[in-house]
């Protein structure tokens, strides 16, 4: 490389220069990121490129080994990035933020050379040490539910455990911190807490690509599915993109531990190949190949199969454990996905060893309602009308959502409070709302809160598209909040009618109210008495 950088033309500014303090999208170890963009399809790649051989030249001029790297570029080859593992933070730093003025021309490879020498290396890169087992779960839907899930199948069986999930971290069943900890330092201060027998650690997509995973090594991770959601947000266009992120925690798990993986979802079921750890299929078809795929190299399957849960394992007759009917959790065996997600918890609880038996008592004493997974199909009802809250962020969680209500209603009506943030592609708004638009009766529950940009009538008008697109002939009145929405749909709903609720910001004042109005939690014993 020449002792001065390259020009950039103009139109090349470094967009990010960003430190992952652990596993991450890129590597198993801490990283370094260096991104640039240019309206100019190739010119970013470029940078990046450049800045790649800078960071090689770099290290060498220090008389340090070059790392290994990373090239990414977007789909419309406006932004492309370099990555590289660092042990020391400062070094590695300085040297990104070195590469990256190299690969721009606003400095000379002296220059940077001889002020990176007058650097202090810093300390190695040092994650928290687990004391205990950790499982880690992530995926784009069910992850909240299946982290409740398996700590609870834990606490049930007597153990002490530590969990992170986007309402906060407990320890012992108690919360002791409130607020979204899935990233970095939920993990740190759960692994941090004396004497528990297992950590569960919800891991978010944000916090791996903010700043990697909080600590180097699961024994058991799990991968509820990947699906459309948060695209176009830091860097994440693709699906295949947001797989590679969520893949991160599978990368890491222990090669004497287990990769429980949904095999429904394609993208999941790849990540088997990225994995030193033993497999443990998911599926709710009894005939996947994926079964025989996982027990031919000594793996487990976790099946729905006529109705039950199904542990299989080499060597061994499948085990029934329960009827997904008799779970609170499925809904009366109405709820697909928590199917799903029951068998996922099943097969994490199984990795590590808890008794079936437990497990079983786990799963039939975990209660679907507003204390023990709040915001997650919380069903509520009062002389024979229904009201259904989730959080239901993005296609899959609504086409769920309305799949239970569906059921659930019967030959009567099934009426909606539909919205989201405003962090979403205009296309992704679009098909929210021709799923939305298959209700008998729809509103658009506003949430001004969570615009992140966009405003509030476009916004709504991209629904009102949408849900005439599948048919609605209706006019979508757009309300102010969601406890506003829920209040309206009521008073037009009759008795056998369900009236669901995308609940993401006033959930607390929404369960308050219902409580207020007498609507009473529905036990499974009356949802199975409701399904026949």
Same mark, same amino acid.
């Given at each position: 490389?020449?002792?001065?950088?390259?020009?950039?033309?103009? /139109? $090349?500014?470094?967009?990010?220069?960003?430190?992952?303090?652990?596993?991450?999208?890129?590597?198993?170890?801490?990283?370094?990121?260096?991104?640039?963009?240019?309206?100019?399809?190739?010119?970013?790649?470029?940078?990046?490129?450049?800045?790649?051989?800078?960071?090689?030249?770099? !290290?060498?001029?220090?008389?340090?080994?070059?790392?290994?790297?990373?090239?990414?570029?977007?789909?419309?080859?406006?932004?492309?990035?370099?990555?590289?593992?660092?042990?020391?933070?400062?070094?590695?730093? %300085? @040297?990104?933020?070195?590469?990256?003025?190299?690969?721009?021309?606003?400095?000379?490879?002296?220059?940077?050379?001889?002020?990176?020498?007058?650097?202090?290396?810093?300390?190695?890169?040092?994650?928290?040490?687990?004391?205990?087992?950790?499982?880690?779960? $992530?995926?784009?839907?069910?992850? %909240?539910? =299946?982290?409740?899930?398996?700590?609870?199948?834990?606490?049930?069986?007597?153990?002490?455990?530590?969990?992170?999930?986007?309402?906060?971290?407990?320890?012992?069943?108690?919360?002791?911190?409130?607020?979204?900890? $899935?990233?970095?330092?939920?993990?740190?201060?759960?692994?941090?807490?004396?004497?528990? *027998?297992?950590?569960?650690?919800? =891991?978010?997509?944000?916090?791996?690509?903010?700043?990697?995973?909080?600590?180097?090594?699961?024994?058991? %991770?799990?991968?509820?599915?990947?699906?459309?959601?948060?695209?176009?947000?830091?860097?994440?266009? =693709?699906?295949?993109?947001?797989?590679?992120?969520?893949?991160?925690?599978?990368?890491?798990?222990?090669?004497?531990?287990?990769?429980?993986?949904?095999?429904?979802?394609?993208?999941?079921?790849?990540?088997?190949?990225? =994995?030193?750890?033993?497999?443990?299929?998911?599926?709710? *078809?009894?005939?996947?190949?994926?079964?025989?795929?996982?027990?031919?190299?000594?793996?487990?399957?976790?099946?729905?199969?006529?109705?039950?849960?199904?542990?299989?394992?080499?060597?061994?007759?499948?085990?029934?454990?329960?009827?997904?009917?008799?779970?609170?959790?499925?809904?009366?065996?109405?709820?697909? !996905?928590?199917?799903?997600?029951?068998?996922?918890?099943?097969?994490?609880?199984?990795?590590?060893?808890?008794?079936?038996?437990?497990?079983?008592?786990?799963?039939?004493?975990?209660?679907? *309602?507003?204390?023990?997974?709040?915001?997650?199909?919380?069903?509520?009802?009062?002389?024979?009308?229904?009201?259904?809250?989730?959080?239901?962020?993005?296609?899959?969680?609504?086409?769920?959502?309305?799949?239970? %209500?569906?059921?659930?209603?019967?030959?009567?009506?099934?009426?909606?409070?539909?919205?989201?943030?405003?962090?979403?592609?205009?296309?992704?708004?679009?098909?929210?709302?021709?799923?939305? /638009?298959?209700? *008998?009766?729809?509103?658009?529950?506003?949430?001004?809160?969570?615009?992140?940009?966009?405003?509030?009538?476009?916004?709504?008008? @991209?629904?009102?598209?949408?849900?005439?697109?599948?048919? !609605?002939?209706?006019?979508?009145?757009?309300?102010?909040?969601?406890?506003?929405?829920?209040? $309206?749909?009521?008073?037009?709903?009759?008795?056998?009618?369900?009236?669901?609720?995308?609940?993401?910001?006033?959930?607390?004042?929404?369960?308050?109210?219902?409580?207020?109005?007498?609507?009473?939690?529905?036990?499974?014993?009356?949802?199975?008495?409701?399904?026949?």
């Amino acid at each position: 490389m020449p002792d001065r950088g390259q020009p950039d033309e103009g /139109g $090349t500014e470094l967009l990010e220069l960003r430190v992952l303090d652990g596993p991450n999208r890129f590597f198993t170890r801490p990283a370094v990121k260096v991104e640039f963009t240019d309206a100019d399809p190739g010119r970013a790649a470029e940078a990046a490129q450049r800045a790649g051989d800078a960071v090689r030249e770099l !290290y060498e001029a220090l008389d340090l080994r070059p790392p290994r790297l990373a090239h990414r570029q977007s789909v419309d080859g406006t932004r492309a990035l370099v990555a590289f593992p660092w042990r020391r933070r400062a070094i590695s730093q %300085s @040297i990104g933020a070195a590469a990256a003025r190299l690969a721009l021309g606003r400095s000379t490879k002296r220059r940077e050379v001889a002020a990176l020498r007058a650097t202090a290396l810093g300390p190695l890169a040092a994650l928290p040490r687990a004391e205990v087992p950790i499982i880690a779960i $992530t995926g784009t839907n069910g992850k %909240s539910t =299946t982290t409740r899930l398996i700590a609870h199948l834990f606490a049930a069986a007597g153990k002490r455990v530590g969990m992170t999930n986007s309402d906060g971290i407990y320890v012992d069943g108690r919360l002791v911190e409130a607020g979204d900890w $899935t990233g970095f330092g939920g993990a740190g201060r759960v692994l941090a807490e004396p004497g528990l *027998d297992v950590a569960v650690l919800e =891991t978010a997509r944000g916090g791996i690509l903010l700043r990697g995973i909080g600590y180097e090594r699961n024994d058991v %991770s799990v991968v509820t599915n990947v699906s459309a959601d948060h695209l176009g947000l830091q860097g994440i266009d =693709t699906l295949e993109e947001l797989a590679e992120t969520k893949g991160a925690v599978v990368r890491i798990t222990k090669r004497d531990g287990w990769a429980v993986l949904n095999a429904d979802d394609a993208r999941v079921w790849k990540m088997r190949r990225e =994995t030193k750890a033993r497999w443990y299929a998911v599926t709710m *078809d009894p005939t996947s190949p994926a079964i025989e795929e996982a027990i031919d190299r000594a793996g487990r399957a976790a099946v729905y199969e006529d109705g039950w849960l199904v542990l299989r394992g080499a060597g061994r007759r499948g085990a029934k454990l329960v009827a997904a009917a008799e779970l609170p959790v499925t809904f009366a065996g109405m709820s697909a !996905y928590n199917i799903a997600n029951a068998l996922s918890a099943a097969a994490a609880a199984d990795a590590l060893g808890l008794p079936r038996r437990a497990i079983v008592a786990g799963l039939r004493t975990f209660a679907q *309602d507003a204390a023990a997974n709040p915001g997650r199909m919380n069903l509520f009802e009062r002389r024979g009308t229904f009201v259904l809250v989730d959080f239901a962020h993005n296609e899959a969680g609504l086409s769920g959502l309305m799949e239970v %209500s569906r059921a659930l209603a019967g030959r009567h009506r099934v009426r909606l409070a539909m919205g989201t943030a405003g962090d979403r592609s205009d296309e992704i708004l679009h098909r929210l709302a021709e799923i939305g /638009g298959t209700a *008998d009766d729809l509103v658009i529950c506003e949430k001004p809160h969570y615009l992140r940009g966009r405003e509030l009538e476009p916004m709504n008008e @991209i629904f009102r598209a949408g849900a005439r697109a599948a048919g !609605y002939a209706g006019t979508v009145q757009a309300l102010p909040g969601e406890l506003a929405a829920l209040r $309206t749909l009521l008073e037009r709903a009759r008795k056998g009618d369900v009236v669901a609720v995308m609940s993401h910001v006033e959930r607390r004042d929404i369960f308050a109210w219902l409580e207020e109005e007498r609507f009473s939690p529905v036990p499974v014993e009356r949802l199975q008495q409701l399904v026949g």
